[in-house]
């Protein structure tokens, strides 16, 4: 059973474009949504997350966008350079207690220069 | 100083072989996970430890067995080596309790099984 939703698989943007990925997440008890950037041959990192009391969280050229009540977020990262090609997984975990979070299949970004 | 590390960085053995990958963080984090990476890039949770206890054990085959000597280090051994467990095999760590969805991975060990 797949928790959280990623899409799309892949994604390819000119420089200076607006990225977009989608996630949607199932489990209400969910209350922290972390987005997490890969470069090849290196771990993931943490990139950017939000709490569901808001709706949008910006920093720089990265932007969540939450939706609590369609259980839906997303990254959007503006002006798009070819230094931001990277995969891109979305998470959803609960704060505090054992929980650990659950990873969405990733997003492979590709930016033209 | 590297925050999370993993040795070593590439693995290639035999089908049947045993193997070991280490893992050390020096955040002074209580919790430490292993992830698979498949080739597709899918991030699958195998082991949760919390202060050198499992906490957490999702469906891995028993030939996997993680062994952590302190909370600072956190090991996979694999016995009997199989065509499938060809992956990127990620530690990570974090501190457990309000900061614990924060995870900060090592950079990965690429196991190939030939």
């Known amino acids: 059973q797949q928790q959280v939703k990623q899409s799309p698989q892949s994604l390819i943007v000119q420089k200076g474009g607006i990225s977009i990925i989608n996630c949607a997440y199932e489990?209400?008890?969910?209350?922290?949504f972390p987005w997490y950037q890969q470069f090849p041959g290196k771990g993931p990192a943490l990139l950017i997350a939000?709490?569901?009391?808001?709706s949008e969280k910006k920093e720089g050229r990265f932007t969540i966008s939450f939706n609590k009540s369609a259980k839906q977020f997303s990254l959007h990262i503006m002006d798009s350079q070819p230094g931001d090609s990277a995969t891109y997984f979305c998470?959803?975990?609960?704060?505090?207690?054992?929980?650990?979070?659950?990873f969405g299949r990733g997003t492979s970004l590709i930016v033209h220069p | 100083d590297t925050a999370v590390s993993q040795t070593p960085k590439y693995l290639v053995t035999q089908m049947g072989n045993d193997k070991s990958i280490k893992c050390e963080q020096n955040?002074?984090?209580?919790?430490m996970y292993w992830y698979k990476q498949d080739s597709k890039k899918f991030l699958k949770i195998m082991f949760s430890?919390?202060?050198?206890?499992?906490?957490i054990n999702e469906t891995v085959p028993n030939r996997f067995s993680p062994k952590s000597p302190d909370k600072a280090h956190l090991n996979l051994h694999i016995n009997s080596l199989e065509l499938g467990d060809s992956a990127v095999y990620f530690c990570?760590?974090?501190?457990?309790?309000?900061?614990?969805?924060?995870?900060?991975f090592g950079s990965g060990t690429q196991l190939s099984v030939l």
């Open positions: 430890y919390n202060n050198k206890e499992l906490i």
């Open positions: 990570a760590s974090s501190r457990h309790g309000a900061d614990n969805e924060k995870l900060f």
């Open positions: 939000i709490r569901p009391d808001v």
């Open positions: 998470a959803a975990a609960r704060v505090g207690g054992s929980y650990i979070p659950t």
């Open positions: 955040l002074g984090h209580d919790t």
């Open positions: 489990n209400t008890a969910f209350d922290y």
